[in-house]
């Protein structure tokens, strides 16, 4: 259904509320009948899995690349 094609009243009545809303006894009832207004949360992945697949993007890869290029040089050049 395409309610933002309709006119109110007809998509009012299709909901089975009005303009003021709906009771408390009317809310109660639809919490019951259809539950919370809640989408299903997706599964987090984990710190570890996280921190990898920062590690996998290609510039964090060149970055300690470098890095260790760096380090060797140091010590061979005697500097650390």
């Known amino acids: 259904m395409k309610e933002y094609l309709e006119q109110k009243e007809?998509?009012?009545?299709?909901?089975?509320?009005?303009?003021?809303g709906l009771t408390s006894a009317q809310?109660?009832?639809?919490?019951e009948k259809n539950g919370k207004n809640?989408?299903?949360?997706?599964?987090?992945?984990s710190l570890i899995k996280r921190f990898l697949s920062?590690?996998?993007?290609?510039m964090i890869i060149i970055l300690?690349?470098?890095?260790?290029?760096?380090?060797?040089?140091?010590?061979?050049?005697g500097e650390g």
Do not use: H, Y
């Not at 809310?27 to 919490?31: E, M, P, T, V």
């Not at 989408?39 to 992945?45: Q, R, S, V, W, Y």
């Open 27 to 31: 809310a109660s009832s639809r919490l």
């Open 54 to 58: 920062q590690l996998a993007d290609p």
């Open 38 to 45: 809640k989408l299903a949360e997706g599964k987090k992945d």
């Open 10 to 20: 007809d998509v009012l009545s299709q909901v089975e509320s009005n303009e003021n």
């Open 64 to 77: 300690i690349v470098a890095a260790v290029i760096s380090a060797v040089t140091a010590a061979v050049g």
